[in-house]
């Protein structure tokens, strides 16, 4: 059982739209991030976030933590190709070192 | 290299044999972890080390699994007859700093297949 639910599990959609991907917990998080993840690639840290209710921008790419720190969520205005890939939430659970993955969103953007 | 090296990147083993996987942090990381990628799920700890010192072991999933990093480097994760469960995607981090500090950079894998 993963602490980390991500919904949703599966999304495709056109060139220039935006998506949104939730991670949600029952659990509290010290910190949450966020991963891509290319077949036959290891995972690549995208942001972290610590502060509840703390937002993030990387590009067109926007992360927020919510306020007690159980969920997050990635928003991608005006997708591109270059942005299908696989998207993992993770986090440390208070001072744990373990980092707890979601099973993650497979994102296909089509031109 | 720049980054985290495992090999091989696929293997395939039938059930019962036993497999050894490697890998080669990035230089000068003091901690190294291990993680299992079923298909279609987000990666599930295995077990950390800092340096040499194997400080938990507690995600693997049964005592046919090794890991060892003798010199506080590589770091070889051991199958001992292996079963078609095992089929999986092994991931090797490592980051700078003491565990939950710093960034954790991964590896490629290596893809086990068992048949």
């Known amino acids: 059982t993963q602490l980390l639910e991500q919904s949703p599990q599966f999304l495709s959609i056109q060139e220039g739209e935006n998506l949104t991907v939730y991670c949600n917990s029952s659990?509290?998080?010290?910190?949450l991030q966020w991963y891509r993840q290319e077949p036959g690639e290891g995972p690549v840290l995208l942001v972290t976030?610590?502060?509840?209710?703390e937002v993030k921008k990387l590009k067109r790419l926007t992360f927020q933590f919510g306020d007690a720190r159980k969920d997050s969520s990635l928003h991608i205005t005006a997708a591109q190709p270059g942005d299908t890939g696989l998207y993992l939430c993770a986090g440390f659970v208070s001072n744990d070192y373990k980092l707890s993955f979601g099973a993650g969103t497979t994102v296909t953007v089509r031109a | 290299g720049a980054g985290v090296s495992q090999s091989p990147r696929y293997k395939v083993a039938k059930r019962g044999q036993d497999v050894a996987l490697r890998c080669d942090p990035i230089s000068g990381h003091v901690s190294l972890f291990w993680y299992q990628q079923a298909l279609g799920q987000g990666p599930e700890f295995l077990t950390y080390?800092?340096?040499?010192?194997?400080?938990?072991k507690s995600g693997l999933p049964s005592d046919r699994f090794f890991a060892e990093r003798p010199e506080g480097s590589v770091s070889t994760l051991k199958i001992q007859r292996t079963q078609q469960e095992d089929s999986a995607v092994y991931l090797c981090?490592?980051?700078?700093?003491?565990?939950?500090?710093?960034?954790?950079?991964f590896g490629p894998g290596t893809r086990l297949t068992v048949l």
């Open positions: 981090a490592s980051s700078l700093g003491l565990a939950g500090r710093g960034e954790q950079f």
């Open positions: 659990s509290v998080f010290s910190s």
């Open positions: 080390f800092q340096n040499e010192a194997q400080l938990d």
């Open positions: 976030v610590v502060t509840g209710g």
